[in-house]
């Protein structure tokens, strides 16, 4: 099948590599994920001194409601962005391809931040930032599950089926992410796996799919 060009795919590829290339070779990579990440205690009343709120070492703070976007353009290091670009690219192309441009951008702005929330609900006063794109990439893989995954047939039904298939995904996304964090555990980021934002992310994907592909071909 041949799919047309993914264009709003690639460039949230070019803006996310763009920027982790950016403050790598600053060397600012640990400032940035605080002035930049999104940190559920600057949510959380008296969780971060007035002060803080300010600058980090003369790097202001990105404001409040802009650091769920913020924070997916910041990563551990190189595995953190490669796994989580390698996913989007895939899974990307696919989800563009039935929802169109606009409907991928919407489900990775609404990813994101759905995916922030589930981190807040998850540790309210949490002072460390949460970075990467894993929360909103989770809400493309999310749409993929269910606008593509029917292929094993678990249930004679096809809601079921489809919900299966999804949850399937899911769980296989949470192991990777956690054989990720493994596997980077020690570097700049950490380790530590955002596990709520991921399937936050991932739900706001399954609730998304079906209205962004009616939306898409009811304005056509």
Not at 105 to 133: C, D, Q, R, S
Not at 137 to 161: D, W
Not at 188 to 202: D, L, M, W, Y
């Amino acid at each position: 099948m041949q799919l047309p060009p993914a264009r709003a795919t690639l460039a949230i590829l070019g803006v996310t590599i763009a920027s982790w290339l950016l403050v790598s070779w600053s060397g600012l990579g640990d400032i940035a994920a605080y002035a930049g990440g999104f940190i559920p205690a600057r949510f959380s009343i008296g969780g971060v001194a007035p002060t803080l709120e300010m600058s980090v070492r003369g790097i202001p703070f990105a404001p409040r409601w802009l650091t769920p976007l913020t924070a997916t353009l910041l990563h551990g290091g190189f595995i953190h962005i490669a796994f989580n670009m390698l996913i989007l690219g895939l899974c990307g192309r696919f989800v563009e391809a039935a929802i169109g441009a606009r409907g991928i951008v919407i489900l990775y702005v609404v990813g994101a931040y759905v995916a922030a929330f589930g981190h807040f609900l998850a540790g309210p006063t949490e002072p460390w930032p949460m970075i990467g794109a894993s929360g909103a990439v989770s809400a493309v893989i999310g749409a993929y599950a269910l606008l593509y995954g029917e292929k094993r047939r678990t249930f004679a039904n096809r809601r079921l089926n489809q919900l299966a298939n999804a949850l399937w995904l899911a769980a296989a996304w949470v192991l990777l992410q956690l054989m990720v964090g493994l596997a980077s555990w020690g570097g700049s980021g950490g380790g530590g796996i955002a596990i709520a934002a991921h399937i936050g992310g991932f739900f706001a994907g399954l609730a998304l799919a079906q209205p962004l592909l009616l939306l898409r071909y009811r304005r056509a």
